[in-house]
C-alpha cells in the first residue's frame, strides 16, 4: 500500500480519501502510539467539525482524553500542546489546498512533528483497525488558546523593545485560521491594519487569496497606501510579504534578511541557517558573502526542523514562507514571521525593499504537472533524459530541480537561470516530456 503520510501529515479530499473511518482510526492509533491527552485544532474547512469529531470518536474508544481547541493557527496548537502538558496535539488543515482537501497532522509532546520511522507505525494500526465501529465519544473545549498564542507571539517585538506606531499594514487572512489572531496582534502593537478575507469561511479557505495567491491584498496595499503587505495560507503556518511596491518577499528573502539581523544581534547560533533545495541560488550567494553556513535538506518544514535540531540552528524554513524560529516555537508559523520581519523593519528603520537588497533573486520558472501517480516519475528514462539535457545547457550558471509533490499528485519542475526567458524555456521543456510520461 502506498505510504498514508505525506509531508505534512495525512491529506486528501474530504469524505473520500481522508473519511471519517479514515479519521476515527488516526484517533485510535494515536492514543495507542503517542498518548491519551490529546489537544485538536482545525481551520475553517466545512469537512473540519465531522473530522474532529471523528477523532474525538476514535481517541475516546481507547480511553483517550481529547480537548478541542477550535479554529486556530497550527502553531498555535504546537505552542499549547507544548506549553499545557499535553502528549499529542492534531491540527484538522490541508494548509494552502482548495477548500475540498482536508488533512490530520500530528505533533508529540514537545510540539514536534512526527518521525517517520513513527508515521510507518501508525499507518500498520491504522490499516488494521480501520472500518471499526466506535461509540460516539466527548471532548472539553480549551479557552483562550488564540489569545495565549497571540501574546506568545506579540513577544518578538516586546522583547526587542519596538511596536509598530506608525506602521501601516494590509493582511489576507485566506478565510482561515488567522482570521482572529493576526489583525488583532498587529493592531494591539500599534499597527493601523487592513484586513481582507478575515472571515473564517472554510468554502472559500485559499480560494484565489492569501500566500498562493497575492494579487487581492497587493491591491489593498496599494488603495489604502499601506506599507507592507502580509498574506498567510489557511492554517497560517506560512507567510509571505509585499514591498510597498509590489515586490514579493518569499520566503528566501525572510531567512535571508532575519539570518543577517539575528547574526548581527548575536543571536544566530552556531551562524548557521537550515534551507531546503528549493531555495533560490541568489540566497546561497547571499549568505555566502554574509558569512553564514547553510545546511540544505529536502521539502518540508518537518526536515528543515530536523536538521535544525540536528545540528543546534535556531532558523530555518522554505521558499514558500514557512519559516522555523526555533527560540518562539517548533513548527512553521506566519504570526511569528511576520512580527520577526515587522521587528527588523521598527528597529532598522529601514523599508521591507531596502531589506531585501541582502540579496539578489535569480530568475526562476516554476511548472506543477498534474500526474496520474507521482510514484511513476522515479526510473522513468525519457524524463531522466530531458533532465540531463536541461542540467547540461544550465551548466554552472543555472539549477533545474523536479520533484514529486508530498502533498498532492504532482511533479514540480523548477529552473533557474540568469534571464526569465530560459528559465520559462527549460522548465516548459522538461514538463512537456513529464505530461507525454506521466501526465494525468
Same mark, same amino acid.
Given at each position: ?127 488494521? +483497525? ?154 546561497? +550567494? ?123 499528485? +504532482? ?30
Amino acid at each position: 500500500m502506498a505510504r498514508l503520510f505525506g509531508t505534512d501529515g495525512v491529506r486528501g479530499v474530504a469524505g473520500e480519501e481522508l473519511d471519517r473511518d479514515l479519521a476515527v482510526a488516526l484517533g485510535r492509533v494515536a492514543v495507542r502510539k503517542i498518548g491519551k491527552r490529546i489537544f485538536i485544532g482545525r481551520d475553517s474547512r466545512e469537512s473540519g467539525p465531522m473530522l474532529e469529531q471523528a477523532l474525538v470518536d476514535g481517541i475516546c474508544a481507547e480511553g483517550g482524553q481529547p480537548a478541542v481547541v477550535g479554529i486556530v493557527p497550527t502553531p498555535a496548537v504546537a505552542l499549547i500542546t507544548r506549553e499545557m502538558g499535553a502528549d499529542c496535539g492534531i491540527v484538522i488543515s490541508a494548509s494552502h489546498n482548495p477548500p475540498e482537501y482536508n488533512g490530520i497532522k500530528f505533533f508529540d509532546g514537545q510540539g514536534y512533528k512526527l518521525p517517520d520511522a513513527l508515521e510507518d507505525e501508525m499507518q500498520e494500526l491504522v490499516e488494521e +483497525l480501520r472500518g471499526e465501529q466506535v461509540e460516539t465519544g466527548q471532548s472539553r473545549p480549551v479557552p483562550n488558546a488564540a489569545l495565549y498564542y497571540a501574546n506568545h507571539a506579540a513577544a518578538v517585538l516586546q522583547e526587542r523593545g519596538v511596536d509598530l506606531s506608525g506602521m501601516k499594514i494590509a493582511v489576507d487572512c485566506a478565510h482561515g485560521a488567522s482570521c482572529e489572531t493576526t489583525p488583532a496582534t498587529l493592531r494591539a502593537l500599534g499597527a493601523e491594519v487592513f484586513v481582507i478575507n478575515a472571515d473564517p469561511d472554510g468554502s472559500e479557505i485559499n480560494v484565489g487569496c492569501g500566500s498562493t495567491h497575492l494579487e487581492p491584498v497587493k491591491f489593498l496595499m496599494e488603495s489604502r497606501g499601506a506599507d507592507i503587505a502580509i498574506a498567510h495560507d489557511g492554517d497560517a503556518d506560512r507567510m509571505l510579504a509585499l514591498a510597498s511596491d509590489g515586490t514579493v518577499i518569499d520566503g528566501d528573502f525572510l531567512l535571508a534578511i532575519c539570518a543577517k539581523d539575528l547574526k548581527e544581534r548575536g543571536l544566530l547560533d552556531n551562524n548557521l541557517v537550515v534551507s531546503t533545495v528549493m531555495a533560490n541560488l541568489g540566497f546561497q +550567494l547571499a549568505m555566502k558573502r554574509e558569512g553564514i553556513d547553510v545546511i540544505t535538506t529536502k521539502v518540508g518544514d518537518r526536515y528543515v526542523l530536523e536538521a535544525m535540531r540536528e545540528h543546534g540552528a535556531v532558523l530555518g524554513g522554505e521558499q514558500s514562507g514557512h519559516i522555523i524560529f526555533g527560540k518562539r516555537n517548533t513548527t512553521g508559523d506566519g504570526l511569528v514571521s511576520a512580527l520577526e520581519l515587522l521587528g527588523v523593519i521598527a528597529a532598522s528603520g529601514k523599508t521591507a525593499k531596502e531589506l531585501m537588497e541582502v540579496m539578489e533573486k535569480f530568475p526562476q520558472a516554476l511548472v506543477n504537472v498534474r500526474v496520474t501517480d507521482r510514484a511513476l516519475y522515479e526510473g522513468n528514462e525519457a524524463i531522466a533524459a530531458a533532465e540531463a539535457a536541461a542540467e547540461e545547457e544550465l551548466g554552472e550558471e543555472g539549477r533545474l530541480l523536479v520533484r514529486a509533490s508530498g502533498t498532492e499528485p +504532482l511533479i514540480r519542475v523548477m529552473v533557474e537561470a540568469h534571464t526569465q526567458e530560459q528559465a520559462d524555456a527549460i522548465a516548459n521543456r522538461v514538463a512537456d516530456v513529464v505530461i507525454e510520461q506521466i501526465g494525468a
